[in-house]
């Protein structure tokens, strides 16, 4: 009896907090529309540039793989041999709300502290081209363009970012993320409606290898309902290269991992699919520390990790983001991250032949 009337008791708030919020995620999801709309009938104004713009972005809060994704793509670019800029904020740095610029092969000023982690990552993993911080992208991009002379722009989460014309938009969903969350804020977890998916020439699903088959499938089904010009859809999961020390060195493949106890550190946007990938190496994972996304490691909180891991007989084990700003403040052995690419399991070549058209290439690999 209890039991039955805690259930009713849930049941009835879930009620409550739906009829509450709904109103709210209806207005919320009203104002992105009409705001979207302004830009595509010309009441806002946006900024044009002589070369063209490929958004990478998404429609939920959080993460979905947008950097790896910019990763791979301006990888692809520079095969094509061009000359790749990516225009990001920098979210959390000292430069956000000014502007930076970080060219690639760059060994110097590399502080995370001022460019933020994402973009000194991208920079890091590009063998050519540019990458441009700042919360102001348009105005950032004019003032750097003729230093940076970019063939191509790309435009890191890009999808709300209606100031700036794209000859491209690429968005991203993470498959890992609940269903019944794919509702407008503050109902749900989406920061626009699945109605703006009119605007999308590609979708990507990332993590697409750790749900089931029946989950994708209502995901996919789901986003079908809003994409009657069928765009190109591909499935990606990420293909792990090794563990790496504070250097940059390879220390050994994941597969290595199994046995090994760990104490997890994470402060990205998903921390929950970084551990179940390491658990899928069979690591003993002996304490699992989340960090808020974008968070700036203290001297504080590395020596207790530290002290942690003598306790444990462990090592400290993070994503290569978090690397970027963990080895700011300690260069320390016990410390080492996993490094992964995106590999696709569906989808690819159609989507490089959309991008090829946009971009007058040939899709074809070299």
Known sequence: MNESLQKNRLRFKSILKATALTPLSIAWEWVYRIRRSFYEYGVFKKTTFKVPVISVGNLSFGGTGKTPTIVWLADWLIEKGLTPVVLTRGYKGQLEHSSGLLKSGQKFRLN????????????????????????????????YFSEVHPDVVLLDDGFQHLQIFRSFNIVLFDATMALQLYKVAPLGYLREGLSALKDADAIIVSRSDMVTGEKLDKLISSISEHVHHRPPLALTRYQPLGVFDVHDKYIFSVHELKGLKVIAVTAIASPESYYKSLENFGVEITEKVSFPDHYFFSPEDVNELLIKASQQSAIILCSEKDMVKMKRVSLDGRILFTKVKVEFMSGESELLDALSKVLRLDSSPQ
């Open 112 to 143: 995370p502290f001022d460019y933020g982690d994402e973009p000194l990552m991208i920079s890091n993993k590009m063998k050519k081209g540019a990458v441009i911080v700042g919360k102001k992208r348009a105005e950032n991009l004019l003032k």
